[in-house]
């Protein structure tokens, strides 16, 4: 049960900054443990629809969650803004994984990090397709480093 | 089962920015009802929390929610943020009442409004005891108009 | 600020267990006033899904919800289950409203009690519809009285 | 990106039942991948609750969340129950780690399945502590096989 040690912000490509909720912090008075998915989850998805790419109502390719990993450094709380960054580390032929590290606004070293991993699949029978070219363009340019192909499974 | 008009930015004294989660979204696309009122205990509680009022872990008294509505307007969708308005309407020996508006950033008209009653309880019982003066001092000053006082009760 | 009597057990007509969960406490060591709404909404659609009548991904109408509101009379916390009540004390021609009592499950006296109002609307354009008959047959039977007539205009 | 096969329910050796709610579906029309944390989170607790080894409000030691991880194989929609199963895999001085399976009440291949890391810690300081006897006489008998201890590290 060894941990990895925490990133700080220049690990990160992009970011969002989002408010914590009153409801966030649970019985301990700390954000509760799956709410910081539900930040990894609107800074991916808030990337691909503004960039354009990703229509939930009725775009396609759209992109599922197949995976996801927290550890956990230091606690939050509301009230409160964090700041998500986002790093894609592994760009396969369908799937794409992210690493994702939670920031208190006025501190450099991670309070929290994980990965998340999307698979694009085509809206009606949801399997998997290859990413489409500006998909693979947008997941290029929000790498820190040349990214290594996925396993050709994905 | 008439509806209430929506108000306008200009009911509401203090005004608080709340990003949309991809998971505030349900299964018909737009911000789940319930979402509005994490949004209602994060306005509420972010002011009293700022203006050094109410401690959550230790301060002494508490203020609990014995009621909330809310009526919607129209629909919200991640992603974007929201502004949540809100005026004190009502203060009484032990209760206020907050009227909360939720605005998308670019629009007067709310999308939703409710109300949402605090009432000051000692931390150790939980029974109601008086607003301290500063806690009526910021209710007061959170009003539009002239408070009308509460019924004796509370 | 007066409040009304908490509901019994024999005030409802149609019931649903619901789990707690640790994330429903909040820092006050309290299921969150928020949650009730997740409770609310669960046993209100999971009636009209098993019912047959409400179909989420194709169905039509769809039932949007424009109202809400709860007075909670007693604190609730993880772990254990809830019993939630529901009876239809308002059907208009394209809406209804709900009253739903929250209650632990060893206890005949509402710990929180509220309503919810929906209407109905066709899924494309998502304006009001007429219930169609077999709906309006559910509402009647979940009834304890003999049903008033909402406003005409809904 | 490979990933792991589904477990089944002979993999688990404790089972607590949850039903899903209306919010828990996100836009896709299935169980937002958040949710699964907190099915977890309840599990693992309840169980220590309802064995008398953590008092939330007041116990000593409180078990703090480290790490936690899923992979989802299946989707889930509300309405419905999942049962959660639950196995230690791990034990250390102060850490423990379990396996966690989420399963359709009718199937016996897991929908989703991840791991979750607690660290027993003082109350006032939260600094990690040894786990008492009877905590590690409930890891161990919820164990499918003889133990591996933990790196010294914890």
Redesign the interface.
């Given at each position: 049960?060894?941990?990895a040690a925490p990133p700080v912000r220049g690990d990160f490509v992009r970011w969002?900054?989002?408010?914590?909720?009153?409801?966030d912090?649970?019985?301990?008075?700390h954000v509760?443990?799956?709410?910081y998915?539900?930040?990894f989850?609107?800074a991916v998805?808030?990337m691909l629809?503004?960039e354009g790419l990703l229509d939930?109502?009725s775009g396609d390719p759209?992109a599922?969650?197949?995976?996801?990993?927290?550890?956990?450094f230091a606690p939050l709380?509301?009230?409160g803004d964090v700041d998500v960054g986002l790093a894609v580390v592994?760009l396969?032929r369908s799937?794409v994984?992210y690493q994702l590290g939670v920031f208190r606004a006025d501190n450099d070293l991670a309070a929290a990090a994980g990965e998340f991993?999307h698979v694009a699949v085509n809206r009606s029978e949801r399997r998997p397709v290859p990413w489409p070219p500006q998909w693979r363009r947008l997941f290029q340019n929000s790498a820190t480093t040349e990214l290594e192909e996925?396993?050709p499974?994905?």
């Open positions: 049960m060894s941990r969002r900054r989002i408010a914590t909720r009153w409801a912090n649970d019985a301990y008075g509760n443990n799956t709410v998915y539900q930040w989850d609107s998805n808030a629809i503004e939930i109502a759209i599922l969650v197949v995976g996801t990993s927290c550890n956990y709380s509301f009230p592994e396969g799937s994984r991993v996925a396993s499974k994905l």
